[in-house]
């Protein structure tokens, strides 16, 4: 210490260090409690039953399907839809492809157009073929895959959905 | 650098000149009684930010509003930290305010120059009792239902306009959900106002004319 530190100057020291801290505790929580939605991680996964195999006979032929989850959101029950097609590409019944029919572009449902032999998406004008590849328009990738899916003893196709 | 960028914008706002005028003033010998109106100015923001706060994940909706408060109770993060700020600084601030004017009444503080100062302060003793008596209601549980049913009724037994009264602060004849969207409208938006225009009022009176002295012997 070359300079001893004067007194005005030592409560000013104090006044800000101590206003400092008062302001972090109250301040902290506060982000924390405007932000707590967007930090909670929403990880969650359920089996989902979407229907029989033997439903689904013809190979080749996308079979719709479609569910409903409820999720709660802070204090009302939200339910939202998803939706896909089942594709047998053999006889051998793990041998599946399952694609959701949710739009890679802006998330409209897609429809099977028999006659064209593509998955068609109205709002835009897109175009997916069978495996899922895009024919035309403007989605950036890929129709999105089911990749974990399972048969039970009872010949039920069940998906694993996982939320968020 | 920092004192010239100071500068710089006082010479603008004039903020060093305000400073003088607003916290440099003289005051009588130090009385901590005095210290109440500010006491109750803290509390105003202090409920100002909280119940900000509080609207973020609050809904005035007679299906969701109970549990919405319940959701800010259990889940939000230092959500009970916010709400019991908010209603413990509400019973605080009646109290406070309350106490502020009995010393008023009580050094005579409100004699000349200073009438229109008590009476604005009047006024926001009013609004002060009305925000407690609309946000009661605003939890919807049974307890804040049935005082405000009471409190309506209270209302409607004045004499000729007491029926229109009771109908207008409800809403219609009963409790429903446009008496909670109401007292939730008059809770966050009117009386806040009217409160905000009326402390701009009476701080600018109270620089005015300054603290009063405590009354002497010969006054």
């Known amino acids: 210490m070359s300079e001893p530190i004067s007194r005005r100057d030592f409560m000013k020291a104090t006044v800000y260090f101590v206003g400092g801290l008062v302001s972090a505790a109250i301040g902290l929580p506060s982000i924390v409690y405007l932000l707590d939605p967007a930090l909670r991680s929403e990880a969650g996964e359920a089996w989902v039953p979407i229907g029989k195999l033997t439903d689904m006979p013809e190979i080749g032929k996308p079979y719709p399907f479609s569910f409903t989850r409820v999720r709660i959101n802070g204090w009302e029950r939200t339910a939202s839809t998803h939706g896909g097609f089942v594709i047998r590409r053999s006889e051998d019944p793990n041998d599946l492809l399952l694609l959701n029919s949710r739009c890679t572009h802006l998330a409209c449902t897609v429809n099977w157009k028999e006659e064209e032999g593509i998955f068609a998406c109205p709002c835009h004008d897109a175009g997916f073929d069978k495996e899922g590849r895009v024919t035309h328009g403007p989605p950036p990738r890929p129709l999105d895959r089911y990749e974990n899916f399972r048969i039970t003893e009872d010949g039920v196709l069940e998906i694993l959905y996982k939320e968020g | ?219």
């Open chain 2, 1 to 219: 650098m920092w004192k010239r960028f100071f500068d710089w914008l006082d010479e603008r706002l004039g903020f060093n000149g305000m400073y003088k005028a607003l916290l440099d003033r003289p005051e009588p010998r130090g009385n901590w009684w005095n210290t109440l109106g500010s006491a109750s100015l803290v509390l105003f923001l202090l409920q100002g930010i909280t119940g900000i706060f509080l609207t973020m994940y609050y809904t005035p909706s007679p299906d969701h509003a109970y549990d919405s408060i319940t959701y800010i109770m259990n889940d939000v993060a230092f959500g009970w930290l916010v709400r019991g700020v908010h209603h413990w600084g509400a019973t605080l601030m009646v109290l406070v305010v309350f106490i502020h004017m009995l010393r008023v009444f009580v050094s005579a503080s409100f004699k000349y120059p200073r009438e229109l100062t008590w009476i604005i302060g009047v006024g926001l003793l009013l609004a002060t009792l009305g925000m407690g008596f609309t946000g009661y209601l605003l939890p919807w549980n049974q307890r804040s239902y049935w005082a405000t049913v009471v409190g309506t009724q209270i209302a409607g037994t004045a004499p000729l306009v007491g029926e229109f009264i009771l109908r207008a602060l409800r809403g219609g004849t009963d409790l429903s959900a446009l008496t909670l969207q109401r007292f939730f409208a008059i809770h966050i938006w009117v009386l806040p106002a009217v409160m905000t225009a009326l402390i701009g009022a009476h701080l600018y009176l109270i620089i005015r004319h300054g603290e009063s002295h405590w009354p002497k012997q010969n006054d």
